[in-house]
């Protein structure tokens, strides 16, 4: 009688360390998707896909830029969400047919990420679908980045490359922040 009740026990303490176990993994994962947030993602779904990038890498420009604070304007005068600039939001709604554009507009979410969409497409297809080099003209302009690989006669960005601290930092924060988004949301995780 004695070994069954020990053995009852170790069963039902066995049970118990699952079970906390357990809850203890889907807290983790809340708390990692808590820091790592999907958020407007009917718009960020649709316009990435439209524009052929990873709806993941949008979300990780969105979280670095603005942490998700649409009425987010920088020092440097850009907006919203994913600080678009005012010059490169009014380039983009010509190119991609969004009529009555005005710089305001780049508050809205829904206009705001359909020009970062095509911004980040754009920078992609002009690098060679290079997430690195892309993101630096995202963050220092294009016209920098093609400086930077014209003097070093290279078709992608290295991080010796870049004379902008700001720029290497943010590089790293895209694909820090891109590879948890992948990790957190990916099916089978």
Same mark, same amino acid.
């Given at each position: ?9 170790a ?47 949008v979300?990780?420009v969105i979280?670095?830029?603005s ?19 005012? %010059? =490169?939001? $009014?380039?983009?709604?010509?190119? &991609? ?6 710089? *305001?507009?780049?508050? /809205? ?56 601290? %700001? =720029?290497? $930092?943010?590089?790293?924060?895209? &694909? ?6 992948? *990790?957190?949301?990916? /099916?089978?995780?």
């Open positions: 009688m004695l070994v069954n009740k020990k053995r009852f026990a069963v039902i303490s066995f049970m118990l360390i699952c079970v906390i176990l357990l809850v203890g993994l889907l807290n983790v994962k809340k708390m990692r998707q808590g820091a790592y947030p999907i958020k407007y993602s009917g718009y960020v779904e649709k316009y990435a896909a439209e524009m052929g990038i990873d709806k993941y890498l979300y990780a979280k670095a830029e942490n998700f604070d649409e009425k987010a304007v920088s020092d440097k005068g850009a907006v919203g969400l994913m600080q678009i600039m005012p %010059e =490169t939001g $009014k380039e983009a709604a010509n190119k &991609i047919g969004i009529n009555n554009y005005s710089d *305001e507009k780049l508050l /809205e979410p829904k206009i705001n990420i359909r020009i970062g969409c095509y911004y980040i497409a754009f920078l992609m297809n002009r690098y060679g679908n290079d997430i690195r080099t892309a993101m630096a003209a995202y963050n220092a302009g294009y016209g920098n980045v093609d400086n930077w690989l014209a003097r070093e006669q290279k078709d992608f960005i290295d991080a010796d490359d870049i004379p902008f601290g %700001e =720029t290497k $930092k943010y590089i790293v924060k895209i &694909i820090n922040g891109y590879e948890k988004y992948k *990790e957190i949301y990916e /099916e089978g995780n």
